[in-house]
Structures are given as structure tokens and as C-alpha cells.
């Protein structure tokens, strides 16, 4: 599915990642955990290609393509989903216009027929119903005055319409209770399927109580400096992140 | 140019004919323009809006057919069409007790019929361009609707241009309890360099519900001025939303007294500018009483080389009480050479008072549209939400649900462009 290969990019100049290699198989869900500043959110901006983030060295190769012949909106048409850590509120864009718009734009690309307001309306009860997304947050502006869960569970939303191939989900567990988060995470879990893989970046391990990965990799100073198991998350609960910060220069 | 110039150039084109209270309006009119002139930037009012490019233009009074009217912007309304500044078309089928027509025709009906309100609204009476306006005026749209009429369909008037110059003469009396939405439409053919300078008055009696609604299509080389001068009586409400679209040199004027208790102004508009364009929305709002509300809210969005000034003044004369008075301004900038210049004001002689303002200056939000592009909508389509999102918000304030559709369709296909 994706094949990161000896990984470099910056930032303003700055380097981030610093040769990162990662391959992760259709249907598998891996975890990048990591202290702050490793570069992990980084990672997520480049593999959406937000402007800004160069990639200066290594490939990313997404289903037999390289990933750098797409820009943003074409990736996420082919099936890259970035489930954003702090979900961007846009005033005066209605939650419905935007889901609508967004997932036209990807059957377009997919070359399949666009969505009526009823067929579309119709398809998005199925998902509102299972994350319970009321009626007046779709009439909102999206995210605008969204409480932390509202706007996590409006992210799996538009994963769930969007039916991605790869999804990169950025701390998806910052800024949620307990109850929100099981919430979220059942919602992510019902995405889960032997086609779709997922990256989960988290820094802590709690979310992985919940959803469940095949492999945990700690990345540190733009790196990915172990690789194991999903006991691999427990260990690192106990010990923290001491080993991976010390001694070493602040990324 | 000097007064002695000025007044040779009235004696040339001041329209003979009509009754004597319309001759002495224009003569006086002329006199007030030739001691003053256009105003220039010394003047505090058009001190970001330099007129030196209309100076040649105030006579071109030539006026030609501009060719056949395009289809009404809406469905189902009373439509009079001007052509170059003369009517062309007049409204049919209107109810009873509702009168819209041309200036002309009405005069020669019924030459005293308008004595009483052309020209009596003070604010505009003092200002060189609307003084022009009177002198040289001759014709423009009455429209007058007796009490506790209400007017169902909207009216629409277009005034058609392509060349020279004209001075469209609006009048609007709304009868006491009476209801209406009149929509005045500029519209520009070819790319001439013409001359518009309108004026409409409207005196809007006890309890009286109008909305007016402006769209300036004029072409990009012209240059428009236009200048609002309304009087609302007790408990009148009034909305105003005005598009700013076309034009190479703009100037929108409003003056607005709301002079009885009660009395409601809503004054909002949009402009979308691109190339070199030039547009100034002035606006006086006058709480001349107490318990009267105003609203103004204004945005716009601004490309390439464009320039805009919002200037909004809002005055509580003493003992004004209980006041409500609140002002919005917004801009997007889409370009690093475009500019706003915005200048709130606050003249407040009364102690009970709610005033606010506000004005903010911006660039198109990039982790927004990062956020959009991220779901796969394309760049394009990404910036239009987001530009459509900035002022969505005022345009909502639009009451007549099929003008607001007309409104969101031009600005939908100003943003495709």
C-alpha cells in the first residue's frame, strides 16, 4: 500500500525527517508513536503534500505510484485521508456543502457519476446515524463551534464518505474524554477492512487500548528509531520516552 | 475649471421645458455645482477617490440607444428599462395605488406631482454631484406607493449605458404602511468609457417596509457614482444591499436620516474587485432621533491592482436616546498589490447609545484551504467556498429570497472567473 523509502524532508529549511523508511501492507494498521517535536505530525503533512513541507530526499510510493507526481487534492481523490489533529473550523461554509462538494470532487476524479442532493443526503444519514452527528452540526459552519469530540468524530465522518485506501490519523486522541474517545475510536474500527490501511499517530498509548495496531514504530529527531508489536506501545507507557530524547539534540 | 466655465457649460445643456419649480430646481442646482466643482482630495469625503478622470466627461450628454435590453434579472417583477439615461420601456400591469414610471412622462402628466419631495432631501441637496445630477437630470425612475399598499412582486429598473453620460433622477415614496422591494440594475455594454451619475431619493413614510436593492454591472471603463439620500419616517424600516461589481472608477454615496422613532436602516453590500478597479462605499448613517436602528455590514474581495475604501460614519445627535448603531466592514485580499482603506466613525452627542464597529483586512485563509484540498476538492473550487464563505454572511441579510438567488448567482460567476 505505502513504501516510505530513506525519507528527508524540511520545513522553512529546517530538516524534520531525517531518513525515514516504513512499508505498510494492505489492511494493516500501523502506529507511530513519539515525544513531541520527532517529527511525527510532519509526516502526516507530508504524505498529504501540504505546501511548505519538501520532501529533499527518498521516495514515498503510494499503490505502485510516487506519491510526488500528486498534489494534495489528488492524493486525497486516489485515497489518502488525513484525519487532521485540530480540525480547521471555515466559517460560512455549511458542514453539508462541504461533505457534498468533497466527496463529488472524489467520485469525479474516481470517474463515477456525481451525487444528487437526495442520493447524497441519503448516504450521509447512514454515517451521521453511526457517529451520532446531529442535523445542527451539519447546518453549522464545519467545526465551527464543534466541541473537541464533535469535531474528531465530523474527521471519521468524512473518512467514512470519503472511503479512503490509506488513512493517516494525526493524534486523533488529543483534547478528548474517555467517552469521546471510545466514540471515535468505534468509528475508526468500523473503517478498518482487509483494503484499507491505516497509520495512527499518537504520543500517547492510551488510544491504542482502543484501536488496536498491527505494528507500533517510535519515531525520534526524524527518525523511526524502533519497530515492533503492539506490545511495543505498552513498553513504552511504562518506560516513557527517555531512552529516544536523551542525549541527543532537540528535533 | 472655473465657476464662469462651468456656468457656460450649463447655458449649453440645461434641459428647457417642464414646469418652473423643476427650472428653478435645476437652475439653482447648476449655480451650487459651478461655486464648488468636483470635489477634489483635499476634500476630507474623497480623499482616496480621485474624480479628475470624469472632469471631460460631465457634458457628453449625446445620448443614443445602448441597444436592446437583456432579459430581467428576475422572474416575475415589474421591469422599466432605461437606455443611456432615457426610457425605453415602461412597467405594465401594476396594482393599484402603485405608480412606477419615468420622470419625463410623469411630468408631463402631471407637471406638479413632484414638486413636494425632488430634490428635498438636505443631505444631497448640498453635494456638488448630486447638484450636477439635478441640473442636467432628465429622466430617471418614480416609483410611489400609496398607503398600506403592499407590492407583492419586486420592481426591477435597468439602466442600460455604453456611451456619454447620464444622470439618472430616482425617486421612491413608500406610503405609510406600505411594502416593496425595487431593484435598480446598472448595467455596462462593451467597454466604453462612459459616465453615470445617479441620485435616488427616497422618503419613506410611517411604518413603511422598503427594501432597495443596487447592482453595478457598469462596463470597465466607465466610471459610476451614485449617490442614496433617503428620510424614514416613524417606525419605517428600510433595507439597502449594494453589489458592486463593475466600473473602472466607483463611488457609492449613501446618505440616511432615520428621522422618526423607530425607524430601521440596513445598509449592506459586497464588492468584488479585480484588475485596476476603484470603489468607494461612503456611507452617512444619521440617527437624527432617538429609538432608531442601523445596520451596516460590508465585505468585499479585492484581486490584482484593485482598490477599495469603505468609509461609514454614524452620527447620534443630542438627546438621540436609546440608539442602537453597528458597522462591520470586512476585506479579503487576494493579491499583494490590492488595497483597502477603511475608516470608521463615531459621532455620538447622546449618552444612551449601543454603537459598534469594526473592520478587518485579511488574506484567504491557507490552512483552510489546505483543510478543503485535503478532502480532495480541487484548488479552484477550494479558494471559490472560501471566498463564498467570507461573505455569505452578508449576503444572508438579503430579505427578498429570489433577489438574494440573483445576488449569489453574480457573485458565483464573478468568483469562476
Known amino acids: ?251 | 475649471m472655473g465657476m464662469e466655465a462651468y456656468q457656460a457649460q450649463f447655458a449649453d445643456h440645461l434641459p428647457g421645458g417642464g414646469p418652473a419649480w423643476l427650472s428653478d430646481l435645476r437652475q439653482a442646482a447648476a449655480t451650487r455645482f459651478s461655486s464648488q466643482g468636483l470635489p477634489d482630495r483635499k476634500v476630507e469625503e474623497w480623499r482616496y477617490t480621485n474624480l479628475k478622470p470624469v472632469q471631460a466627461q460631465l457634458f457628453a450628454l449625446d445620448a443614443v440607444s445602448a441597444g436592446a435590453a437583456p432579459p430581467a434579472l428576475l422572474e416575475s417583477s415589474y421591469r422599466l428599462v432605461f437606455s443611456n439615461g432615457v426610457l425605453q420601456s415602461g412597467a405594465n400591469d401594476l396594482p393599484t395605488g402603485v405608480r412606477l414610471a419615468g420622470m419625463a412622462e410623469t411630468l408631463s402628466e402631471s407637471p406638479g406631482s413632484l414638486a413636494a419631495h425632488m430634490g428635498q432631501i438636505n443631505a444631497g441637496q448640498d453635494l456638488p454631484l448630486p447638484a450636477l445630477n439635478q441640473a442636467l437630470s432628465r429622466d430617471g425612475y418614480i416609483l410611489s406607493i400609496d398607503p398600506g399598499v403592499m407590492v407583492e412582486r419586486p420592481m426591477e429598473v435597468l439602466f442600460l449605458s455604453d456611451a456619454g453620460t447620464c444622470y439618472p433622477r430616482n425617486l421612491v415614496l413608500a406610503g405609510a404602511g406600505s411594502e416593496a422591494t425595487v431593484v435598480e440594475h446598472y448595467l455596462g455594454r462593451g467597454d466604453g468609457e462612459y459616465f453615470v451619475n445617479a441620485v435616488t431619493e427616497i422618503h419613506a413614510a410611517l411604518g413603511a417596509k422598503l427594501r432597495r436593492y443596487k447592482i453595478q454591472q457598469d462596463a470597465f471603463g466607465a466610471s459610476h457614482v451614485a449617490t442614496l439620500a433617503g428620510q424614514l419616517g416613524d417606525d419605517a424600516h428600510f433595507e439597502n444591499f449594494d453589489l458592486n461589481l463593475g466600473g473602472q472608477l466607483v463611488r457609492s454615496e449613501i446618505h440616511m436620516a432615520l428621522a422618526g422613532q423607530g425607524a430601521e436602516a440596513a445598509l449592506n453590500g459586497v464588492y468584488l474587485l479585480r484588475g485596476k478597479q476603484h470603489c468607494d462605499n461612503a456611507i452617512q448613517m444619521d440617527h437624527v432621533v432617538g429609538a432608531t436602528n442601523s445596520h451596516q455590514d460590508y465585505r468585499g474581495i479585492l484581486d490584482d491592482k484593485a482598490h477599495a475604501v469603505f468609509q461609514g460614519k454614524i452620527t447620534v445627535r443630542p438627546d438621540a436616546q436609546g440608539i442602537e448603531g453597528h458597522q462591520l466592514n470586512k476585506t479579503l485580499l487576494l493579491s499583494d498589490d490590492a488595497e483597502i482603506d477603511s475608516k470608521p466613525e463615531l459621532e455620538i452627542l447622546a449618552d444612551d447609545v449601543k454603537c459598534s464597529h469594526g473592520a478587518t483586512a485579511g488574506e484567504l485563509d491557507e490552512t483552510g484551504l489546505f483543510y478543503l484540498r485535503s478532502r480532495g476538492i480541487p484548488e479552484a473550487e477550494a479558494r471559490q467556498l472560501l471566498m463564498t464563505a467570507f461573505i455569505a454572511e452578508t449576503v444572508a441579510h438579503i430579505g427578498h429570497d429570489d433577489v438574494r438567488a440573483v445576488m449569489e448567482r453574480l457573485v458565483g460567476e464573478w468568483m469562476a472567473q
Open chain 1, 1 to 251: 500500500m505505502l513504501e516510505i523509502k530513506g525519507l528527508h524532508a524540511d520545513v522553512d529549511g529546517t530538516e524534520i525527517l531525517k531518513g525515514i523508511d516504513l512499508s505498510i501492507g494492505e489492511g494493516e494498521v500501523h502506529a507511530i508513536m513519539g515525544p513531541n517535536g520527532s517529527g511525527k505530525s510532519t509526516l502526516s503533512y507530508v504524505l498529504s503534500g501540504r505546501d511548505g513541507y519538501n520532501v529533499t530526499a527518498g521516495s514515498i510510493t503510494y499503490r505502485g505510484r510516487d506519491l510526488s507526481e500528486l498534489n494534495t487534492e489528488e492524493r486525497a481523490a486516489e485515497g489518502i485521508f488525513l484525519g487532521f489533529q485540530y480540525p480547521v473550523e471555515l466559517p460560512g461554509v455549511s458542514s453539508t456543502t462541504f461533505l457534498k462538494t468533497a466527496l463529488n470532487a472524489v467520485r469525479r476524479h474516481r470517474g463515477e457519476e456525481e451525487l444528487d442532493a437526495v442520493q447524497f443526503m441519503k448516504r450521509l444519514r447512514v454515517h451521521t446515524k453511526a457517529l451520532n452527528i446531529s442535523d445542527d452540526m451539519l447546518r453549522r459552519g464545519v467545526n465551527v463551534g464543534f466541541s473537541g469530540g464533535e469535531k474528531k468524530r465530523n474527521e471519521i465522518l468524512q473518512m467514512a464518505l470519503l472511503e479512503p485506501y490509506f488513512a493517516v490519523l494525526d493524534e486523533t486522541d488529543s483534547g478528548l474524554d474517555i467517552d469521546a474517545l471510545k466514540v471515535v475510536a468505534e468509528g475508526v474500527n468500523a473503517l478498518r477492512g482487509p483494503k484499507r490501511s491505516m497509520l495512527v499517530i499518537t504520543h500517547y498509548q492510551r488510544l491504542l487500548d482502543y484501536i488496536v495496531p498491527d505494528y507500533v514504530h517510535v519515531l525520534a529527531h526524524g527518525r523511526i528509531a524502533r519497530s515492533g508489536g503492539k506490545e511495543l506501545a505498552l513498553e513504552l507507557e511504562e518506560k516513557g520516552y527517555g531512552e529516544f530524547v536523551a542525549g541527543t539534540e532537540a528535533a
